[in-house]
């Protein structure tokens, strides 16, 4: 099966989200990932800010929180986001597909982090879904 390669501004998240957990001395995780969605521009980081969140929020909770997460949350989130943009007849894998998976893995530190803002997950997907397809 081929692999569904990344957009640029997505690599530009993802490189950016490692640069956060290395600076910070701290193993990569979902909030990293969450972090350099709102710290890079991309498709995504509009629909976050208008919820109100910002990365000093992003920060605070990952200070509160930890960034301990399962190992394999990351790997998880990968291929979500890669099946996401597959099944959306998308060529590439973008922001809001990854958008899309933190905000729907529960027991990712992204989806804590923004579900104990107080942001309505659900709905926040289904916008990004309907950017995605160009539904209403």
Known sequence: MRMTPNDERLQQVLDEAGG???????????AHMLLALLSVENEA??????????AGAVADQLAALGSQEDP???????????????SCGSPLVGALHLLIVLSSLRDCLAFRI?????????????????????GP
Do not use: F, K, Y
Request: glycine fraction near 8%; aromatic fraction near 0%; avoid cysteine.
């Open 114 to 134: 923004m579900n104990a803002a107080g942001i309505e997950l659900s709905a926040l997907r289904g916008v990004a879904l309907a950017l995605l397809t160009g």
């Open 45 to 54: 980081q509009p629909l976050l800010a208008d919820r109100g969140l910002t």
């Open 72 to 86: 394999d949350t990351l790997n998880q989130i990968r291929d979500r986001s890669r099946s996401m943009a597959q």
């Open 20 to 30: 956060l957990a290395a600076r910070a001395g701290a193993p990569h995780s979902s």
